[in-house]
């Protein structure tokens, strides 16, 4: 497996989403995983399931959630202020939440 590409969404609300999938479909890409960034943020992204259905739906391309486990810093943050509350968060965060010791890695 090898990188091909990368890019950011653009800004809210993901204007760069579509040019950048089209981009990434003609060279090749087959996976697109979605920053761990869009998940840990203050607010997290409030576009991530549009993002993540968008590519999968349109883009016809696998989706992971997360580049990177959730740093413990941001972890204990977001569980203080309650941000990952709700069915539709524990999708996104479950595939960035390793364990302790390999969060604290990551401060």
Known sequence: ?????????????GG?????LAEMKKNGVQVVHLATGLVVGYPPCPWIAQFS???REAGGLEVVVGTHP?????????????TWQG????????????DEATRLRYD
Request: one cysteine or more; hydrophobic letters at 30%; a negative charge.
């Open 53 to 55: 259905a968008f590519v």
């Open 70 to 82: 959730i740093p413990q810093k941001y972890y204990l943050n977001h569980q203080k202020l309650g």
């Open 1 to 13: 497996m090898e990188i091909a590409g990368y890019t950011t969404c653009g800004g809210c609300p």
């Open 87 to 98: 069915r539709e968060w524990k999708d996104f965060t479950d595939p960035t939440m390793a």
């Open 16 to 20: 760069n989403v579509e040019g950048s």
